[in-house]
């Protein structure tokens, strides 16, 4: 494969930063760093520099804060909040893994998030909203002059009681990640194919719907709108097969990360480069199960992923 | 992608011929052709001729046995049961249309199936025991010289009730073809890739295991054992997007005849060689979904095959 010179764009990512307590059947972590911004940044971090922005408590250690500065993390948008507690998270797993049964939130200093972009970001080229309520998604793209792509994840819990904000969200972004079960929670539809045909005609130009250990399906309306087919490109992927997951939490964002780290080292968005984005997003991800938290991250390389994204390439040629 | 020269090898196949009535979200069909062994012949002989061995009622109509010696399937091996009545089996699909409803199943002459294998087909290259019990499997296979290739479907019925007679039959097979809860009840192993190794553990050479609409999975064991991954071979296929499943009845079946189809057309069976026949597979299921019965495969071309598979082979380059 050739590589297109490219000069890296700017990211910036806004989500939580959490601690997690994780029980699965091969062990337990508690308060463990965790939230969707951290596990994007630290899996963006591989492929181009991160700009974070959260909201921390008093009681983040300075060795959270280390993992991500010791990347290419900044963390100048991580705003402290005096006498505030960090967001905490307790969930378990079992059996097939497929789903966190969530034990115990306490939102803490993230339930009053106010995203604050620093003025020097605000051109960011590209924006990733992790997970968050519409509004405060909004708010963001409030904050941020024209950038070249946005990107937005979220969850039942938006689909459910801010639809209307997050219908007028899906407006303002070029693309949208969700899950499965989201994805036909917010288009009706059970084909999740016809579910993302459905949520391209909502607004966004191209919708990644993760199916967890199923992979991934990308549909991008890329050209006029002519049935609803015809136009429509569509990219399936499988998941990475991975022998033994550890701990499925951060996986998504880890995808989403992945992804997003990639489209900005590349600088182009076309569909060939957003089926590129999403098989590093997968394989990015199949690292971030190997191990609790972000802690198989810390220990990764750029040339464990392309080694793995060499033998995921392998596998799907026939 | 240049072809080697082949010469296509005989394909044997025994299971059921099936009347089926079936209900969709999309309409109703009663008494439609149905059964494994029809879904493999019909989705097989796109490739190479079918040579097939099953029975039925004196009420087979003509018309039925016509939509198979219409194409290359050779129905010498068909037992018409005087008196008899076919196996009909009635069954519906609701919300995501992933798993049957079974309604109502009449054996009939089915129950009493014992394969005879025309002597002139005893040393036929490629077997494909459809899903049926390990007990009949095990006496086709008594019956035939030394194949290149014996590939077995199997369903939780037996894995509950006759697990030894399978686990026997599972030591005389090349390959074994199941769904994803069957490969998990077969191994015990939640995690599929884990399940897959199990698996070619007890036997086989390679596993598919089929997973719907999310696609399939390879385990190939090619080589010595050490440890139960360095020498594996996988690779994951997602499934072909389909914007409407019209009736997923025989998806798995027609997968299996297009894979088993390909390999008969290609006379060798390497491990590309059977990711490319799982690639014909899931474009050859991915027709059969688009009707009731063994329709779309009626009106089906190898053209229309084979712009498929480019589209799907296009879709997974990156």
Redesign the interface.
């Known amino acids: 494969m050739t590589e297109e010179k490219s000069v890296a764009q700017s990211l910036l990512v806004v989500g939580s930063i959490a601690f997690d307590t994780i029980r699965t059947p091969y062990g337990e972590a508690p308060e463990v760093l965790g939230g969707s911004a951290t596990y994007f940044s630290v899996a963006a971090s591989f492929f181009a520099p991160v700009r974070l922005v959260g909201v921390v408590g008093e009681d983040f250690p300075p060795e959270y804060r280390r993992v991500l500065e010791s990347r290419r993390v900044d963390t100048a948008g991580l705003q402290v909040v005096p006498g505030g507690k960090t967001f905490r998270w307790r969930g378990s797993y079992h ?3 497929n789903e966190a049964k969530t034990e115990d939130v306490q939102l803490n200093v993230f339930g009053d998030f106010r995203p604050a972009i620093p003025e020097a970001w605000r051109d960011t080229s590209l924006v990733f909203l992790a997970n968050g309520s519409p509004v405060t998604q909004a708010a963001v793209l409030d904050q941020v002059r024209k950038p070249d792509l946005v990107v937005a994840d979220t969850m039942n819990l938006w689909i459910d009681t801010q639809r209307d904000a997050l219908l007028e969200l899906m407006r303002r972004v070029d693309g949208l990640v969700l899950n499965d079960g989201e994805a ?1 929670m917010l288009s009706g539809e ?5 579910a993302a ?1 459905e949520i391209v005609g909502l607004g966004p130009k191209f919708v990644v719907i993760k ?1 967890g ?3 991934s ?1 990308l549909v991008c309306h890329c050209g006029p709108r002519v049935g609803r ?1 015809a136009s429509d490109l ?12 550890f701990d499925p939490t951060g996986a998504g964002d880890s995808f989403a990360g992945g992804m997003m780290g990639y489209l900005a080292s590349k600088g182009q968005y076309d569909f ?1 480069d957003l ?2 984005a ?2 590093y997003g997968t394989v990015t991800a199949s690292f971030t199960i190997e191990d609790f938290s972000v802690r198989r991250l810390e220990r990764l390389t750029v040339e464990e992923i392309e080694g793995r994204l060499q033998m995921y ?1 392998g ?4």
């Not at 059970?190 to 016809?194: G, M, S």
């Open positions: 059996g097939a893994m036909r059970h084909n999740l194919i016809a045909h199916k250990e199923h992979g399906v087919i569509i990219c399936p992927l499988p998941g990475y097969p991975s022998l033994k997951v060939r089926v590129r999403m098989a390439r596998m799907l040629e026939f």
